[in-house]
């Protein structure tokens, strides 16, 4: 059974930092996509970045230079360090993993069950 737990979130002043971890099992996630989305309220999920088996990523725009996902195969963990947080990164984040390295939803076929961030302004 395919499981991720994520980790990290919670309270932060505009301009600070957090680093969101995510851990994995039941597969072997070395050869799989993971990737990190993140919905806030009213609002449809969105892709936030991603990263294959041999460390491409991927971010969304309004994150790059700010945001960096990393992973750790031996540990079978994936990271997202967020600096430079500005309060329209509120959301709940959520971790995932999926055959392809693509930003649709759709392609991703286990989800994490979410660790909120907000940041204040």
């Known amino acids: 059974q395919v499981q991720l737990v994520e980790s990290g979130g919670g309270l932060v002043q505009a301009g600070g930092s957090l680093r969101l971890s995510c851990a994995a099992s039941?597969?072997?996630?070395?050869?799989?996509?993971m990737g990190w989305f993140r919905q806030a309220p009213g609002k449809d999920r969105e892709f936030v970045a991603a990263?294959?088996?041999?460390?491409?990523?991927a971010y969304v725009d309004s994150v790059k230079g700010r945001f960096t996902i990393s992973r750790d195969s031996a540990k079978n963990t994936v990271y997202l360090q967020m600096n430079s947080l500005k309060p329209e990164d509120t959301a709940v984040y959520y971790c995932?993993?999926?055959?392809?390295?693509?930003?649709?939803?759709?392609?991703?076929?286990?989800w994490g069950q979410g660790t909120q961030v907000t940041v204040s302004s």
């Open positions: 039941g597969r072997t996630f070395s050869r799989y996509v």
């Open positions: 995932t993993t999926g055959p392809k390295f693509v930003s649709s939803s759709n392609e991703y076929d286990y």
């Open positions: 990263i294959t088996w041999n460390r491409v990523t």
